[in-house]
Nanobody, 120 residues
Framework: QVQLVESGGGLVQAGGSLRLSCAAS????????MGWFRQAPGKEREFVAA????????YYAASVKGRFTISRDNAKNTVYLQMNSLKPEDTAVYYC?????????????WGQGTQVIVSS
């Protein structure tokens, strides 16, 4: 079982950038594909991005492709989400989780998430 702690959220103006981090504990992190998800107020949680255990494969939702970049550092048990050109519609609580590959469906327990607010 992987325990997850997200951080790096905050308030940013449209067009700005943020870098989210997800620190994972547990022996299986380096063997797990990892993903970022988000949940906006009144909406269901949705997939944002995922990365294979080696980092060789990356996947993005159409709404963030070209603006967000997912990466990982297995030595630090951490996965990152670099978010550029942020839009108000990116406002949400962002979560990371282990994901099944290739379905990219979340498979672990959720952390507390980190809030991102993008002002117009």
């Amino acid at each position: 079982q992987v325990q997850l702690v997200e951080s790096g959220g905050g308030l940013v103006q449209a067009g700005g950038s943020l870098r989210l981090s997800c620190a994972a504990s547990g022996r299986t992190f380096s063997n797990s594909a990892m993903g970022w998800f988000r949940q906006a107020p009144g909406k269901e949680r949705e997939f944002v991005a995922a990365i294979s255990w080696s980092g060789a494969s990356r996947y993005y939702a159409a709404s963030v492709k070209g603006r967000f970049t997912i990466s990982r550092d297995n030595a630090k048990n951490t996965v990152y989400l670099q978010m550029n050109s942020l839009k108000p519609e990116d406002t949400a609580v962002y979560y990371c989780n282990a994901v099944a590959h290739p379905s990219l469906r979340p498979v672990g327990s959720w952390g507390q998430g980190t809030q991102v607010i993008v002002s117009s």
